[in-house]
């Protein structure tokens, strides 16, 4: 069984930083594009950052200059290094598999569990 596994998250003061951390386990023959979503209380899921399985990153507008989303395709690992945090950034988030292979044919779309982020003022 193929899952994502975030970890890193956890509770800092504005200004301060964070690194998640989102491992794919199982059986995995590649992975394609992957994503960091967050989703505040009362809020819509939006998404964060996407990069390629090339290493092609895109950011939303606001954390461009703040976040970093990086990956380890070896190790089946995508990062999001998230400095200068602002209690506006205070949310879930989710890592997201657009297709994990698990055979050069067949592949899943998976979700994280999800790891709460709290940067208090």
């Known amino acids: 069984q193929v899952q994502l596994v975030e970890s890193g998250g956890g509770l800092v003061q504005a200004g301060g930083s964070l690194r998640l951390s989102c491992a794919a386990s199982?059986?995995?023959?590649?992975?394609?594009?992957m994503d960091w979503y967050r989703q505040a209380p009362g809020k819509q899921r939006e998404l964060v950052a996407t990069i390629t399985s090339g290493g092609s990153t895109n950011y939303a507008d606001s954390v461009k200059g703040r976040f970093t989303i990086s990956r380890d395709n070896a190790k089946n690992t995508v990062y999001l290094q998230m400095n200068s945090l602002k209690p506006e950034d205070t949310a879930v988030y989710y890592c997201?598999?657009?297709?994990?292979?698990?055979?050069?044919?067949?592949?899943?779309?998976?979700w994280g569990q999800g790891t709460l982020v709290t940067v208090s003022s």
């Open positions: 199982g059986s995995i023959f590649s992975i394609n594009a």
């Open positions: 997201h598999a657009h297709k994990v292979y698990f055979t050069p044919l067949a592949y899943l779309e998976i």
